[in-house]
């Protein structure tokens, strides 16, 4: 019978054992993955200062030191445009590395990791049974876009984005950058180049899926439309389903939460995931280990209670905020703005990129543009 059992090794799982053990040393936590790490996930790779942050609260800190800072940021649609400096640097780390530091962080202090691919799991009275022969006390679902935890708890799916990824050397015109252009269409399309630092960017385009799925030519050809040459010596081209948060986001009580991806957590303006899975992980583990402390079988509540403290007028102002920007004339007055103003580039970075909200002098300078 183990403590926790965390399906899904990632960021927001690696981060769910920190959390626990963090809080009870003495806890038995066991991740299971379907890979060997390190390996391969299709993201961004940008990594926000309050990612680490939050991690510094459970001691572990200096992961990506050996990696180069990127303090710029640039937006354009088509010719309206903002290039400054961020408040704080963000990272560009591949998973390959990061998922790695992470996982082994969860496992200095004291997680078990195996490899595992994961079928289902099936609830009792007072545990947890994990394909039929691991018995757990507290789960946590950190599986990813396509959750097997999710499905078995009957949470349904919310929109869902489409996004191809993929490496390529850095142009000189965007080295030290992150950059994100958006499309001239639907929104939220844009395509984006962010570079690690080390003579190669992550480059790649996702949209929103509505009617039809779009074919991998079709986001190849995206990108390189709105970024020139971006596909140029391209290499490890990966497509991915980034399930987008909406509105509101209840976690169930009871004995098993969600983190991540898995609860449908990407942010629906930018495609960012990293900051939630970090947070919700951390979060669900304590939840986890006050439980344990309390004897008690429900770690969901004191987890919805955290998670909404945290995220819920963040989530909301995502979403308010992803609907106004379909319209082009917001999306281009949002821009101008923070082309015009430091202080708005900023708010518009925390929103897209941590736990930001519309702030006064943003939705100002949306009426007023």
Request: charged residues 20%; neutral net charge.
């Given at each position: 019978?183990?403590?926790?059992?965390?399906?899904?090794?990632?960021?927001?799982?690696?981060?769910?054992?920190?959390?626990?053990?963090?809080?009870?040393?003495?806890?038995?936590?066991?991740?299971?993955?379907?890979?060997?790490?390190?390996?391969?996930?299709?993201?961004?790779?940008?990594?926000?200062?309050?990612?680490?942050?939050?991690?510094?609260?459970?001691?572990?800190?200096?992961?990506?030191?050996?990696?180069?800072?990127?303090?710029?940021?640039?937006?354009?649609?088509?010719?309206?445009?903002?290039?400054?400096?961020?408040?704080?640097?963000?990272?560009?780390?591949?998973?390959?590395?990061?998922?790695?530091?992470?996982?082994?962080?969860?496992?200095?202090?004291?997680?078990?990791?195996?490899?595992?691919?994961?079928?289902?799991?099936?609830?009792?009275?007072?545990?947890?049974?994990?394909?039929?022969?691991?018995?757990?006390?507290?789960?946590?679902?950190?599986?990813?876009?396509?959750?097997?935890?999710?499905?078995?708890?009957?949470?349904?799916?919310?929109?869902?984005?489409?996004?191809?990824?993929?490496?390529?050397?850095?142009?000189?015109?965007?080295?030290?950058?992150?950059?994100?252009?958006?499309?001239?269409?639907?929104?939220?399309?844009?395509?984006?180049?962010?570079?690690?630092?080390?003579?190669?960017?992550?480059?790649?385009?996702?949209?929103?899926?509505?009617?039809?799925?779009?074919?991998?030519?079709?986001?190849?050809?995206?990108?390189?439309?709105?970024?020139?040459?971006?596909?140029?010596?391209?290499?490890?081209?990966?497509?991915?389903?980034?399930?987008?948060?909406?509105?509101?986001?209840?976690?169930?009580?009871?004995?098993?939460?969600?983190?991540?991806d898995a609860?449908?957590?990407?942010?629906?303006?930018?495609?960012?995931?990293?900051?939630?899975?970090?947070?919700?992980?951390?979060?669900?583990?304590?939840?986890?280990?006050?439980?344990?402390?309390?004897d008690s079988?429900?770690?969901?509540?004191?987890?919805?209670?955290?998670?909404?403290?945290?995220?819920?007028k963040h989530?909301?102002?995502?979403?308010?905020?992803?609907?106004?920007?379909?319209?082009?004339?917001?999306?281009?007055?949002?821009?101008?703005?923070?082309?015009?103003?430091?202080?708005?580039?900023?708010?518009?970075?925390?929103?897209?990129?941590?736990?930001?909200?519309?702030?006064?002098?943003?939705?100002?300078?949306?009426?007023?543009?």
């Amino acid at each position: 019978m183990w403590d926790l059992v965390v399906i899904g090794a990632g960021p927001a799982g690696a981060s769910a054992a920190l959390g626990a053990l963090a809080v009870d040393p003495t806890l038995s936590v066991l991740m299971l993955d379907r890979h060997d790490f390190p390996r391969d996930k299709a993201c961004g790779d940008g990594i926000a200062p309050h990612v680490f942050d939050l991690l510094a609260e459970v001691g572990v800190t200096g992961i990506v030191d050996d990696w180069t800072p990127v303090r710029r940021f640039a937006l354009t649609r088509g010719e309206v445009g903002v290039d400054r400096d961020m408040a704080r640097p963000n990272w560009v780390v591949p998973r390959t590395v990061f998922d790695q530091r992470l996982a082994d962080a969860a496992q200095a202090a004291g997680a078990d990791l195996i490899r595992r691919r994961i079928r289902g799991i099936q609830l009792a009275k007072r545990s947890i049974t994990v394909d039929g022969d691991l018995e757990a006390r507290f789960v946590v679902g950190a599986d990813g876009a396509h959750s097997v935890v999710r499905r078995d708890l009957g949470v349904k799916a919310g929109p869902v984005a489409l996004a191809i990824r993929g490496y390529a050397p850095t142009p000189p015109g965007r080295a030290a950058s992150q950059v994100v252009a958006y499309g001239p269409g639907r929104q939220p399309s844009y395509a984006w180049s962010f570079d690690r630092g080390d003579g190669w960017s992550n480059v790649g385009y996702g949209e929103q899926l509505t009617t039809g799925r779009p074919t991998r030519a079709d986001l190849l050809a995206n990108l390189e439309a709105l970024l020139p040459g971006a596909t140029d010596g391209g290499k490890s081209w990966w497509g991915h389903h980034l399930p987008l948060s909406t509105w509101f986001w209840h976690p169930q009580p009871g004995p098993v939460m969600l983190a991540g991806d898995a609860a449908g957590l990407i942010n629906p303006m930018t495609g960012e995931g990293i900051y939630y899975a970090v947070a919700t992980g951390l979060l669900a583990g304590r939840a986890v280990a006050e439980a344990l402390h309390k004897d008690s079988t429900d770690a969901g509540t004191s987890y919805r209670r955290q998670t909404n403290r945290l995220l819920g007028k963040h989530l909301r102002h995502t979403a308010l905020t992803a609907q106004l920007t379909r319209s082009g004339r917001i999306l281009d007055a949002g821009i101008r703005a923070a082309a015009a103003d430091q202080a708005i580039f900023d708010d518009l970075v925390e929103l897209g990129l941590a736990d930001g909200l519309i702030t006064r002098r943003l939705l100002r300078a949306l009426v007023s543009s």
